[in-house]
């Protein structure tokens, strides 16, 4: 099995290496071309939208992978019907999106247009759901070759709307055309690969909503502490600081699909020990937690080493104030990982009550030391905000919930360096050829 989950993340990660790059570059012409007001604007409306996003999904990407791993039965029923009402969700979603706008920016109508036209991307990110499919079969090699043929796509488009210089609407739907062609190629290879036709059912959906509930009001918070910090920066500054905010913040998770690629391929592997052995169950996650902790300490270390000539070299002289705000927002990413991958012992032990007030911990935080810190320091008080209410929330809150702290038990044992190394054989291992696991 550990050979299947590396195969699983090497497509993952090899694909959105790719994908990452190229983005990472159109990024960094984008924000040079639009400068920092515009550019602002565009972080502002993805801020905006991010906020909904957690209603827009009504927490089935949290359990979906689980909900096909122990119910093949009714694998496409369970697809179907969370489509459906996530497609359903996302045009409340944005009409939501351009009221906020219109009312918390009055007389900016080019503010609310590109939150409006960034909104548009729910409609097909509602179908993204499906990939959750690919993951639970550890088929992720063909989500990964449509998001790339995908993203080769877009991107001919964003050089097109570069080369021609459009205006910064045309640059608020790539988003959207992005997760129209996603969700076409998906469907496509599911309908050949299926064992099941996407069904809808109502009841189904009751159940799913009622196991996913927890995670709606949880994301949000998560949003919160995630999203606040651009949305305050350009309400208490304005755009070009939100701008060279987000710049060191988009700098600082350049590599965050690394580590989504990581954890995702385990999920399925460790929730299938959990259904025959707790501790193999908890082995697997320590061993996870552990691979995420030191990679991303040694990533944190590199950037902060490195962060003049990373800021200088791909957005310019003209966000040069970023790099101080890179060297501390760098060091959240790790805390940030341990959520995703706590996550998972939450799920396994159907603690998903304790989501919203673990996060509504974390929202609390993050929004008392922003309106505190971005008036004192700018951008940098927003990156201090950011890294506090990271490991406040992953770390401390963990043995405050006193339910939670078994897992905090589990994270902390992981700081043994042999569990790293441990995750790094096992993944290279070759799966014997006996057919068994």
Sequence with gaps: MTSKVARNASWIIGCKLVQSILGFVLNMLTARFLGKSSFGSITYAMAVVSFVVPLMRLGFGNIMVQEIVQHPER?????GTGVFLNLVSAFACIAGVTAFAYVANPGETETVIICALYGVKLIFEATDLMSYWYQAKLMAK????????????????????????????????????EYL??????????????TQKLSVSLKLGKELINKGKHYILS????????????????????????ALYSTATILAGATGFFFAAIIDSFRPWIFEAQKNDEELFKKRLKMLYSFIIYLSLLQSIVMTVFAKPIVL???????????????IVVWYTTFSYLGS??????????????????????????????VTLIPLMGIYGAAIASLVTQIFTNVIVGYIIKPIRPNNAIMMSSLNPNCCLEAIRKLLKKEPKTGKK
């Excluded at 694998?75 to 697809?79: L, N, P, R, T, Y």
């Excluded at 062609?181 to 299926?194: A, F």
């Design 219 to 242: 994301s949000m918070m998560v949003m919160i502490f995630a999203e606040t910090d651009k949305i305050m920066l350009k309400g208490l500054i304005d755009s070009s600081a939100t």
């Design 181 to 194: 062609l996603c969700s076409v190629g998906m469907y496509i290879i599911y309908h050949i690969k299926k």
């Design 341 to 370: 991958v706590r996550n998972i012992w939450i799920l396994a032990n159907d603690k998903q009550k304790y989501l919203w007030l673990i996060n509504l911990f974390g929202a609390g935080a993050n929004v008392v030391l922003n």
């Design 75 to 79: 694998e496409g029923k369970a697809m």
């Design 142 to 177: 063909y989500s990964s070759v449509i998001s790339l043929i995908v993203h080769f796509a877009v991107l001919g488009y964003k050089i097109y709307i570069l080369a021609s210089s459009k205006s910064v609407y045309w640059f608020a739907v790539t988003s959207a055309l």
């Design 313 to 327: 070299l791909t957005y310019g002289e003209q966000y040069y104030e970023s790099i101080g705000a890179l060297q």
